[in-house]
């Protein structure tokens, strides 16, 4: 499948940005070729052999329809997710331990301590960003922005959390932390598939890994080897 990333590193990269003039120029193309072939006459040619041109145009449908609608149709295709930050169930879990129950299950309310309350423990785990980074897409056509945040929710427990997030989509994307801080690098971590191409959600990061080796979130199309959007991954301040 080299060759299809290749290819459609060529047409992002090189030809999208002059996407304007070259697409009049395939039209007036088109339009100079079908007077040309109506002029000596291959209309006649083809109805006259209507059976091999009909096969013919069969076998081309046949491969072109679904071949576009997997490379294509991904490109106007759009979908959004909202879930919840672990920030935000992380400090729910606390709170509601922290609120006694009557024997029916139901929610009571203490009277305030004649003490004086007591800090909690200076050992306590907080959930926390320890590294973020903001999208940016791969060329002018991979567009992608929002921001890569990695929390860890647990000591030596981590998740990757992606907010405000819009990119490009297209064939099998998939979520990474990279090894390089400027895209897909070996020794990538493969997180899971893209959920969605807008919105925010959390990728859990498998337990034991050592998250200092990784530079950057992207998404990356695994069929053509093709990056789409990185975010460089710094230390939260």
Not at 7 to 33: G, M, Q
Not at 131 to 141: I, T
Not at 176 to 205: H, I, M, P, R
Not at 218 to 228: D, E, G, I, P, Y
Request: charged share 20%.
């Amino acid at each position: 499948m080299t060759i299809f990333g290749d290819l459609e590193r060529f047409i992002s990269e090189d030809l999208y940005p002059y996407r304007v003039p070259i697409t009049i120029a395939i039209l007036a193309a088109a339009a100079i070729a079908i007077a040309l072939a109506y002029h000596v006459g291959l209309h006649l040619v083809a109805w006259r052999h209507r059976l091999v041109t009909g096969a013919a145009v069969a076998v081309f449908v046949a491969i072109a329809i679904p071949s576009g609608n997997y490379l294509l149709s991904p490109l106007w295709e759009r979908s959004h997710l909202e879930e919840e930050s672990p920030l935000v169930s992380a400090m729910e879990d606390m709170s509601g331990a922290d609120e006694p129950s009557g024997d029916d299950g139901s929610s009571t309310t203490t009277p305030p301590a004649a003490e004086t309350p007591q800090p909690p423990p200076e050992d306590a785990f907080e959930p926390r960003v320890t590294h973020q980074g903001e999208f940016s897409g791969a060329d002018d056509f991979h567009f992608g922005r929002g921001r890569a945040l990695l929390i860890e929710t647990a000591p030596d427990t981590y998740t990757l959390r992606f907010e405000e997030f819009s990119v490009r989509n297209g064939p099998d994307l998939f979520v990474y932390l990279s090894t390089s801080a400027d895209g897909y690098g070996d020794g990538s971590l493969e997180l899971g598939g893209l959920k969605a191409t807008g919105g925010a959600f959390n990728y859990e990061v498998p337990p034991g890994t050592d998250v200092s080796q990784y530079r950057s979130a992207v998404v990356w199309c695994k069929a053509f080897s093709v990056l789409f959007a990185t975010a460089p991954l710094e230390p939260a301040t």
